[in-house]
């Protein structure tokens, strides 16, 4: 079993990191990946850039938390994250969560559920740069509604 987490400032390759999650594993029927783009706009702003920070160590750990509580809910044989950190330009890939399982619905799911509980449970701060200035990003109504549906409760909207 492969469950990994990487926070790291460089870029990923999609196919490699599945590669090297599937590597060797006969059981694997399905993968399922998500790659999350920086987006050009926001809340009807434009954005030129996005800068992410994080405590190195404990967003790990909490990325890592996440994992462990995917494998307790879903028949999952490993798990690849990589979120990256530093300043990112429009349509730079920031996010990679890929799940292996022997069908797809354990691994649609998983990924899912990585994602949502990534969105507002793991330790990243988000600045835009825009053509008003820079500004803090928020957590959405929406993202908390999203994990809500998976019973956690985060409550992280406009905190």
């Keep these: 079993m492969l469950f ?11 196919n490699t990191e ?13 993968v399922c990946a998500f790659v999350g783009t920086v987006r050009d706009r926001n ?3 434009s954005v030129k850039t996005l800068e992410l920070e994080h405590y190195p160590g404990m967003t790990e750990k909490a990325i890592e938390a996440m994992i462990d ?4 809910r879903f028949d999952i044989f490993g798990a690849r994250v990589i ?9 730079d890939q920031i996010v990679l969560v890929a799940v292996t399982s022997a069908h797809r619905g354990e691994s649609f799911q998983a990924c899912e559920f990585l994602m949502d509980y ?6 990243f701060w988000k600045k835009e740069d825009t053509p008003e200035g820079a500004r803090w990003v928020d957590a959405r109504v929406s993202d908390d509604q ?9 409550g992280n909207a406009g905190a």
């Design 18 to 30: 599945v590669a090297h999650l599937r590597e060797g594993d006969t059981r694997v029927g399905a």
């Design 43 to 45: 809340d009807g702003q």
């Design 146 to 154: 999203a994990l809500a549906k998976w019973g956690i409760n985060a």
């Design 4 to 14: 990994s987490v990487s926070i790291q400032t460089k870029d990923f390759v999609l």
């Design 69 to 72: 509580e995917a494998q307790r």
């Design 83 to 91: 979120h990256r950190v530093g300043l990112l330009q429009p349509l």
């Design 118 to 123: 990534l969105k507002t449970q793991a330790p």
